[in-house]
């Protein structure tokens, strides 16, 4: 443990060495303070991955310590030292920002352990805040063009927005053209569902460009051939969240935001990445669901041909009140077939690689 470094500030001389003594013995690197000013001193001078702090001292006592930790070392984790009448203190620390609070009189075996686990936190909580820096930079320097073309979309064709989800769709060869099927697909629902033409522009945007946060994510696991692992489908699942992130930056389709974050998320609870159920989703995303399913089942993936519209009929039939909303799910079943294969032939007409209905 010797390269994790820990500052103990107790303004009892004594407690302050036994306690030295033993993180030591641990294997930590340990400095000692009397003060506040003297903790800040050496805050300033070098590196600390945790401080452990009396909370009452003379002068600034524990709390303005971490105050300033909390300011000017947010990578540094805390632990507080308090007695029995100091508890409510204690807490308040923790409100603050403290990891843990060790209770006086003390054994070292818990001073240890506690020890232990905040700096385990807390490095935790360091690289999640790192990696989630990195994955913004990152993002800022792929979409920054992106944006500049969503940006113009208010006034560009609609073939401008067709080339550009084109290219997304291109970047997992199973799915082309599927961004905009599923976009007219819910459009058709929208129709049928009586909206008005203002929310249907909503939908046709937020539909097509649900997988847009998919840039985010590497090649590695986008294009990966085998089954994903439990942390490849962790990184996976975050295209909802980065995908809203940039459209949201465009004040003409934030509306269509909603959409992007939700078009996951399940009719039961059971989707992601909020777990939203019912009307808690909104309404677009309820009818790209459906949507989705339709083209999913009747496309041709590398691993299986696409099935048949009486096949994508059953599988909405069957998952309505779970993944779908049944109220969405019926209207589906009163499109007929022909009105789907009108759609897919339009869209087959501009896209070689779509399919007809069988």
């Given at each position: 443990?010797?390269?994790?470094?820990?500052?103990i500030?107790?303004?009892?001389?004594?407690?302050?060495?036994?306690?030295?003594?033993?993180?030591?013995?641990?294997?930590?690197?340990?400095e000692?303070?009397q003060?506040?000013?003297q903790?800040?001193?050496?805050l300033?001078?070098?590196?600390?991955?945790?401080?452990?702090?009396?909370?009452?001292?003379?002068?600034?006592?524990?709390?303005?310590?971490l105050?300033?930790?909390?300011?000017?070392?947010?990578?540094?984790?805390?632990?507080?030292?308090?007695?029995?009448?100091?508890?409510?203190?204690?807490v308040?620390?923790?409100?603050?920002?403290?990891?843990?609070y060790?209770e006086?009189?003390?054994?070292?075996?818990?001073?240890?352990?506690?020890?232990?686990?905040?700096?385990?936190?807390?490095?935790?909580s360091?690289?999640?805040?790192?990696?989630?820096?990195?994955?913004?930079?990152?993002?800022?320097?792929?979409?920054?063009h992106?944006?500049?073309?969503?940006?113009?979309l208010?006034?560009?064709?609609?073939?401008?927005?067709?080339?550009?989800?084109?290219?997304?769709?291109?970047?997992?060869?199973?799915?082309?053209?599927?961004?905009?099927?599923?976009s007219?697909y819910?459009?058709?629902?929208g129709?049928?569902?009586?909206l008005?033409?203002?929310?249907?522009?909503?939908?046709?945007?937020?539909?097509?460009?649900?997988?847009?946060?998919?840039?985010?994510?590497?090649?590695?696991?986008?294009?990966?051939?085998e089954?994903?692992?439990?942390?490849?489908?962790?990184e996976?699942?975050?295209?909802?969240e980065?995908?809203?992130w940039?459209?949201?930056?465009?004040?003409?389709?934030?509306?269509?935001?909603?959409?992007?974050?939700?078009?996951?998320?399940?009719?039961?609870?059971?989707?992601?990445?909020?777990?939203?159920?019912?009307?808690?989703?909104?309404?677009?995303?309820?009818?790209?669901?459906?949507?989705?399913?339709?083209?999913?089942v009747?496309?041709?993936?590398?691993?299986?041909?696409?099935?048949?519209?009486?096949?994508?009929?059953?599988?909405?039939e069957?998952?309505?009140?779970?993944?779908?909303?049944?109220?969405i799910?019926?209207?589906?079943?009163?499109?007929?077939?022909?009105?789907?294969?009108?759609?897919?032939?339009?869209?087959?007409?501009?896209?070689?690689?779509?399919?007809?209905?069988?």
């Amino acid at each position: 443990m010797g390269h994790y470094r820990v500052l103990i500030v107790d303004d009892d001389e004594a407690i302050c060495k036994m306690l030295g003594r033993f993180l030591d013995h641990l294997g930590y690197s340990v400095e000692l303070a009397q003060n506040t000013g003297q903790a800040i001193a050496l805050l300033d001078q070098t590196w600390f991955d945790l401080v452990l702090t009396d909370v009452r001292m003379p002068g600034a006592d524990g709390m303005e310590l971490l105050a300033w930790i909390t300011r000017h070392r947010p990578d540094t984790g805390t632990v507080m030292l308090s007695g029995c009448d100091d508890l409510k203190l204690a807490v308040r620390a923790m409100k603050a920002g403290a990891l843990d609070y060790i209770e006086k009189p003390f054994a070292l075996a818990d001073v240890g352990e506690t020890i232990g686990r905040a700096i385990g936190r807390k490095k935790e909580s360091v690289e999640r805040l790192h990696y989630l820096e990195g994955l913004e930079r990152t993002l800022k320097e792929q979409s920054g063009h992106l944006r500049d073309t969503l940006d113009q979309l208010h006034e560009a064709s609609e073939e401008t927005l067709e080339a550009l989800v084109t290219a997304l769709d291109a970047r997992e060869r199973e799915t082309q053209s599927h961004s905009q099927r599923v976009s007219e697909y819910s459009v058709r629902l929208g129709e049928e569902l009586g909206l008005q033409p203002a929310e249907l522009e909503v939908i046709r945007q937020g539909s097509m460009l649900h997988d847009i946060g998919k840039i985010g994510i590497p090649d590695r696991i986008l294009l990966k051939p085998e089954r994903l692992t439990a942390d490849e489908w962790v990184e996976m699942r975050k295209h909802p969240e980065i995908g809203a992130w940039i459209v949201n930056g465009v004040d003409s389709l934030k509306p269509a935001s909603d959409i992007v974050i939700a078009h996951h998320e399940r009719f039961d609870g059971q989707g992601y990445p909020h777990h939203l159920g019912g009307e808690t989703i909104p309404l677009g995303a309820r009818l790209f669901a459906v949507a989705d399913t339709l083209d999913a089942v009747l496309s041709d993936r590398p691993y299986r041909s696409g099935s048949t519209y009486q096949a994508a009929r059953e599988e909405i039939e069957r998952n309505a009140g779970t993944q779908f909303d049944p109220e969405i799910a019926a209207c589906f079943l009163h499109v007929p077939a022909s009105a789907w294969d009108d759609i897919r032939e339009r869209t087959c007409s501009r896209y070689p690689s779509s399919l007809v209905l069988t």
